[in-house]
Nanobody, 115 residues
Framework: QVQLVESGGGLVQAGGSLRLSCAAS????????MNWFRQAPGKQREFVAV???????NYADSVKGRFTISRDNAKNTVYLQMNSLKPEDTAVYYC?????????WGQGTQVTVSS
């Protein structure tokens, strides 16, 4: 069983920055695609960014140029650097670890951007 623990959320003013972290237990981290999703109140959970096991990254159009995903396989941790935050970025952010036979989720961390 893999546990994912997110941290780094909080309240920030528009234009500010936050860095989210997701620490994973277990030995599968380096083989996993690591995703960030988010869910705003009353909306469906949506994809934000992915870091594949091969080192590739991809982003939702809404965050391209503002957010950066990175990973440290030695620390079993994936990060999401969020810059130029907007009120519409307000959501619970979830870490997700995906492999051939597994799909794990963290408990989420709240990000609130005030205008």
């Amino acid at each position: 069983q893999v546990q994912l623990v997110e941290s780094g959320g909080g309240l920030v003013q528009a234009g500010g920055s936050l860095r989210l972290s997701c620490a994973a237990s277990g030995s599968i981290f380096s083989f996993s695609a690591m995703n960030w999703f988010r869910q705003a109140p009353g909306k469906q959970r949506e994809f934000v960014a992915v870091s594949t096991s091969g080192g590739r990254t991809n982003y939702a159009d809404s965050v391209k140029g503002r957010f950066t995903i990175s990973r440290d396989n030695a620390k079993n941790t994936v990060y999401l650097q969020m810059n130029s935050l907007k009120p519409e970025d307000t959501a619970v952010y979830y870490c997700n670890s995906v492999g051939r036979s597994y799909n794990y989720w963290g408990q989420g961390t709240q990000v609130t951007v005030s205008s």
